[in-house]
């Protein structure tokens, strides 16, 4: 009873025995007390009513008891069971039944119930076979209210019995072959339930213990394919989470070891002098800055991945005037674009309506959007940074002529650590921009849209629905 397949197929088959064995005997006593019986006391019945018809026309024997024994002698051949004759009185006259013959001691009858019923049938069981018997009583009858005599026919069971007997062993054969049949389903199933959940078993151990675990299949009853659907779903979550860990700590070492790679001579250049040369202490510091602006960004990003895996981002709500938050907010990302050569255009709505958000997050994921076009528009490219609101929206557009994102890897803009495999879109950085830009926006019950055209560019939009009255 420790297993879970001894106590499946005990509870599986015990049930299954109890009702065979329940119906096997139900079926042994309705065969012999509704069938076989009545049938035998009916057929004694009517072969009892023929030969009291004929008795009825000998006279002789019902004052004789030797002529009434000499006819059941000449009619013994053709009978099928004993026969005993009374007067109409009661009193035994003749039998063919040895058990009578020898002891002189007929069952008894009644007499008056005789008179009044066609026939009487009785029986009678016994501890030994051979003492259960059916009789039969009929009155004889000269006239219908003249009674000359009974007649008793008596069947012994024991043939009876040894047909049950027969019956019997074929219903015990038949139950045996059903209990076993059962009994091999029932293994079977509990085998089958046995092994899904030894599997399920083996992948959670796997799990526990930092082995390699391989996704489970999805077999048995309905209730066992549902566990095995969340575990499969965990595996695979866990997974992603090792395979995010390894990206993680990869890009880290790269995004982390060139800024200091370019760090690091310029340092030892000062250091050996350069700090005398104006125009050259100027370009390694402006260097130095621009590597120090990209650790700044990598650790924003960090800050970010950090809030999604908390959870959903911490806001601090409040009314704000987007006329006078969005021309501040892409002023220094417009000279990192210039810089760059790039052509930046502005087209900010003059009317904006007020809206509750958190400023800050709000500029870190626009400054997410913008960043990444800066990143991939190429010297001579437009970046286009636009406002304007319709409906119950905002609507906050960056929009760049770089190099688009291929339709394959656009349903995975989003995902954290993405890096194109066109090596278009995302050749370099952490692939954390985007993925967090979204996060942000959604924790503001908005919404970032993107449309991208290979080879044409990539417009990113921010819903953001309208909370405050126009001013």
Do not use: C
């Amino acid at each position: 009873m420790q297993s879970l397949r001894t106590r499946l197929l005990i509870s599986h088959s015990l049930p299954l025995i109890i009702v065979i064995l329940l119906a096997g005997f139900a079926l042994d006593y309705l065969v012999e007390t509704q069938i076989l019986l009545p049938n035998m006391a009916d057929e004694l019945t009517n072969e009892a009513k023929l030969l009291a018809e004929l008795a009825a026309m000998q006279s002789d024997i019902w004052d004789d008891p030797e002529n009434a024994q000499a006819y059941l002698t000449r009619l013994k051949p053709l009978l099928g069971a004993f026969v005993t004759v009374f007067d109409s009185q009661g009193k035994y006259l003749a039998s063919t039944d040895p058990y009578v013959q020898n002891s002189g001691n007929p069952a008894a009858i009644n007499l008056e119930k005789a008179q009044l019923e066609d026939s009487i049938i009785q029986t009678a069981y016994g501890v030994k076979q051979e003492a259960s018997i059916v009789d039969v009583f009929v009155p004889v009858r000269k006239e219908p209210k003249n009674i000359i005599g009974v007649i008793q026919m008596t069947y012994h069971l024991e043939n009876v019995y040894d047909q049950l007997l027969d019956l019997r062993r074929g219903i015990i054969a038949i139950l045996t072959v059903g209990v076993l049949l059962g009994s091999g389903i029932a293994l079977l199933l509990s085998a089958n339930l046995n092994r899904a959940l030894l599997q399920i078993n083996i992948s959670i151990k796997k799990l526990a213990t930092g082995q390699e675990i391989e996704v489970v299949d999805e077999e048995g009853p309905e209730e066992i394919r549902e566990l095995m659907r969340t575990v499969n779903l965990f595996v695979s979550r866990v997974q992603t989470m090792e395979t995010t860990r390894r990206k993680l700590l990869s890009n880290l070492v790269h995004e982390i070891g060139r800024p200091l790679g370019a760090l690091l001579p310029a340092v030892q250049a000062l250091q050996s002098g350069a700090s005398q040369n104006e125009d050259l202490r100027q370009d390694l510091l402006a260097g130095m800055e621009d590597e120090i602006n990209i650790l700044r960004r990598l650790l924003n990003d960090l800050t970010g991945l950090y809030d999604q895996f908390v959870g959903t981002f911490a806001l601090e709500k409040q009314a704000v005037n987007l006329n006078e938050l969005l021309p501040g907010l892409v002023l220094s990302q417009r000279e990192a674009a210039q810089a760059k050569g790039i052509n930046w255009d502005s087209d900010i709505h003059s009317n904006l309506p007020m809206i509750d958000v958190d400023p800050d997050r709000l500029a870190q994921a626009i400054g997410n959007l913008v960043d990444n076009a800066i990143k991939f528009t190429p010297s001579k490219g437009t970046i286009t940074f636009s406002a304007g609101f319709q409906g119950s929206e905002i609507w906050i557009r960056v929009q760049d002529t770089g190099p688009g994102i291929t339709v394959e890897d656009q349903e995975f803009v989003f995902t954290p650590f993405f890096q194109s495999r066109a090596e278009t879109r995302f050749p370099q950085g952490m692939g954390l921009g985007l993925s967090i830009a979204h996060d942000l926006v959604t924790a503001h019950e908005g919404r970032l849209e993107f449309e991208s055209l290979p080879g044409e560019g990539s417009s990113f939009v921010i819903w953001l629905p309208i909370t405050h009255e126009s001013i």
